[in-house]
């Protein structure tokens, strides 16, 4: 069950403020939500991920089905009981993964569904829309993804129309077998950067009524940020106000907040826990890199000010040496971090939409703020 | 600073309880204490340790000295500080890491020390008597190590002969240029399986006077358990009442309380980490082993009643999950079972000493452990 309340709309921008009812609770919005790929938002507990002000995180359909099966989960209780979480939990369909890790020999797409070849030993899957619905009412999410056609940012205007008719048909045919009263089912919007087919894809999958909307298909490889923002901004107006809007798979804090003022409300991003594996943390003035050795002897957390266990607890020089010393709790310690950055970017976005400040705020950031590579390379 | 209080001797073993006071508060013994090679227990917080009922840590000179150096933790106020513990340290002399991590042909042992290759980058290095002591004042640890030689478990009499004499001219060198009043000093007993040289390392060993006593030259590759019990036990008599005697290198459940029934306070040991990181946690019944599929839809606990927040919180199922798709949390969470484990130990040991029951103890335990393999193996 989900229930989102439009609580505030921006008179300058399309940015809203609101709340999500869910079946653990209610949340608002916009909002980050972690991602915890196999049921584990890799290396955290769920304490550390409510101290981070995690509300909603994202598990993925296509791994959990691969190990353990979502028969197993299901017989240990449910996702949440499995990993012990007990906030909500949204699972993708599967999709991205299968279009993304398979390589295009290596799948076969059909009107039935996809078939190609797991990333883990090999064997041929298929996997359709009835099979992902299936999947996720097993897993007992909060929120389940309709299956969708991702194709790559390359794709042609003609075979990007053929894709989101048939993700239309998907979305219907994964609407059917949908069989799990407790969960929400959202439907996905595709067609790329082209007004007309966005316009096909949202109008078409808001006529069949799902529990709320996401924009897929901005988080493909080589797609430019030009043609993301197309994305939204030829979406968003077919979108209903009631129902809550997610961006799948985006996490740059500049692309976070140039959505919410188009209009988006949830987000979900592996980058804060996968840059801090790879020892980059987030920053107000840009990501920093801990293997560059100016941090050897500095004793400031991460960033001067922020709440968080790891700025609370150790220095920019001690991460530096667990981060060189390749050592497990240097990139749990950044995980933490990064996570607890994209939260408060979207607290303080709400914020500034409840005080009519959004292009303020924006404009502040970015003057701190530098997106293109890291600020203390040399 | 480092003050054994002896509490009650065992009639019928040499068991004793006793408490140790420490810069860093009182804590009781006997105690085992969880390794924190390179200034972290691999994988866990400070608040994990603690919850574990860990007191004092061991962190390791050599990975220390090498990087990020001693100077670096000097400058960032000591290890304490650097890596956020406010319990206390021991610090090894590095001799063990020089002597083990470095193949034979890459080592030169002279009377000043040792030559060897950096196991980082191959650069050449000199450790001394006086430099290990140098920098274990710099990192100011509670308790630093004398600087010894570990000859191999396959060590002739003539070579054991000759380094435990060596042993002994490295202590006196190291004692004379500690330097740091806060920091308590142990000498370290050498001499195989051999009564007159265990008896002859013991008693001049304890002639220099140091604030403890360590038992070594027992946790190398091909050390038989019954070398180890002779090692113990021909040191034992030597060693005064009123110091703290510390078991370097051992950490399998039954050879702890062999060693505290023969007379040893404290302990330490990489194994609950280090199994745990494999996929294997300690029980009362031995080591079992998460890669096995029969806890696929295992829900209970790695351990029936064990207080861990492991124990508390997560299902066998879901640690086998992250055991066998190589998530980061696998370890961590068997880490804390497994180092509560051997604290749970040490504190039922010190229990049964009160009672004066360290014998029926040790029978109960042994009536349900199996030491050998894997109890799940197949």
Same mark, same amino acid.
Not at 21 to 45: D, H, I, Q, W
């Given at each position: 069950?989900?229930?989102?309340?439009?609580?505030?709309?921006?008179?300058?921008?399309?940015?809203?403020?609101?709340?999500?009812?869910?079946?653990?609770?209610?949340?608002?919005?916009?909002?980050?939500?972690?991602?915890?790929?196999?049921?584990?938002?890799?290396?955290?507990?769920? =304490? *550390?991920? @409510?101290?981070?002000?995690?509300? @909603?995180?994202?598990?993925?359909?296509?791994?959990?089905?691969?190990?353990?099966?979502?028969?197993?989960?299901?017989?240990?209780?449910?996702?949440?009981?499995?990993?012990?979480?007990?906030?909500?939990?949204?699972?993708?369909?599967?999709?991205f993964?299968?279009?993304s890790?398979?390589?295009?020999?290596?799948?076969?797409?059909?009107? =039935? +569904?996809?078939?190609?070849?797991?990333?883990?030993?090999?064997?041929?899957?298929?996997?359709?829309? *009835?099979?992902? @619905?299936?999947?996720?009412?097993?897993?007992?999410?909060?929120?389940?993804?309709?299956?969708? /056609?991702c194709?790559?940012?390359? %794709?042609?205007? =003609?075979?990007?129309?053929?894709?989101?008719?048939? !993700?239309?048909?998907?979305?219907?045919? +994964?609407?059917?077998?949908?069989?799990?009263?407790?969960?929400?089912?959202?439907?996905?919007?595709?067609?790329? %950067?082209?007004?007309?087919?966005?316009?096909?894809?949202?109008?078409?999958?808001?006529?069949?009524?799902?529990?709320?909307?996401?924009?897929g298909g901005v988080a493909n490889d +080589?797609e430019?940020?030009?043609?993301m923002?197309?994305?939204?901004?030829?979406?968003?107006?077919?979108?209903?106000?009631?129902?809550?809007?997610?961006l799948m798979g985006i996490g740059?804090?500049?692309d976070?907040?140039?959505?919410? @003022?188009?209009?988006?409300?949830?987000?979900d991003c592996?980058?804060?826990?996968?840059?801090?594996?790879?020892?980059?943390?987030?920053?107000?003035?840009?990501?920093?890199?801990?293997?560059?050795?100016?941090?050897?002897?500095?004793?400031?957390?991460?960033? =001067?000010?922020?709440?968080?266990?790891?700025?609370?607890?150790?220095?920019?020089?001690?991460?530096?040496?667990?981060?060189? !010393?390749?050592?497990?709790?240097?990139?749990?310690?950044?995980?933490?971090?990064?996570?607890?950055?994209?939260?408060?970017?979207?607290?303080?976005?709400?914020? %500034?939409?409840? /005080?009519?400040?959004?292009?303020?705020?924006?404009?502040?950031?970015?003057?701190?703020?530098?997106?293109?590579?890291?600020?203390?390379?040399?």
């Amino acid at each position: 069950m989900i229930k989102y309340e439009l609580i505030k709309k921006d008179n300058e921008t399309n940015a809203r403020y609101g709340k999500i009812e869910t079946n653990y609770g209610t949340y608002e919005t916009p909002m980050f939500m972690p991602v915890g790929t196999r049921a584990t938002v890799k290396s955290l507990t769920k =304490e *550390e991920l @409510i101290d981070a002000h995690s509300g @909603i995180i994202l598990a993925n359909t296509y791994h959990l089905w691969l190990r353990p099966g979502e028969d197993v989960i299901a017989r240990c209780g449910g996702l949440h009981k499995f990993m012990n979480y007990d906030r909500p939990i949204l699972t993708d369909s599967g999709g991205f993964q299968v279009f993304s890790l398979a390589k295009n020999k290596e799948k076969d797409i059909s009107e =039935e +569904g996809v078939i190609f070849k797991s990333h883990i030993d090999g064997k041929k899957l298929l996997l359709t829309p *009835e099979k992902s @619905i299936e999947i996720q009412n097993k897993l007992d999410s909060d929120i389940a993804m309709s299956f969708d /056609e991702c194709p790559p940012a390359s %794709a042609s205007y =003609e075979y990007l129309k053929n894709s989101v008719l048939r !993700t239309l048909r998907w979305a219907l045919r +994964g609407k059917k077998v949908h069989n799990n009263p407790r969960q929400a089912l959202f439907g996905i919007v595709q067609g790329g %950067a082209y007004e007309d087919l966005r316009k096909l894809s949202a109008a078409k999958t808001v006529e069949m009524d799902f529990d709320g909307y996401s924009i897929g298909g901005v988080a493909n490889d +080589g797609e430019s940020k030009e043609d993301m923002y197309k994305a939204i901004d030829y979406s968003i107006p077919y979108l209903p106000d009631d129902k809550v809007r997610y961006l799948m798979g985006i996490g740059e804090p500049v692309d976070i907040i140039e959505a919410v @003022i188009r209009g988006v409300d949830i987000f979900d991003c592996v980058l804060p826990t996968r840059i801090a594996r790879h020892g980059q943390a987030f920053t107000r003035y840009g990501k920093i890199n801990f293997h560059n050795a100016k941090y050897k002897e500095d004793l400031s957390p991460v960033e =001067e000010g922020c709440d968080c266990y790891t700025c609370k607890n150790y220095s920019k020089a001690y991460i530096r040496h667990l981060i060189t !010393t390749e050592e497990m709790l240097g990139g749990r310690l950044l995980s933490i971090h990064n996570i607890r950055f994209l939260t408060r970017l979207t607290e303080e976005l709400r914020d %500034a939409i409840k /005080e009519g400040k959004v292009l303020e705020y924006k404009e502040n950031f970015l003057k701190n703020y530098k997106e293109k590579n890291l600020i203390d390379k040399k």
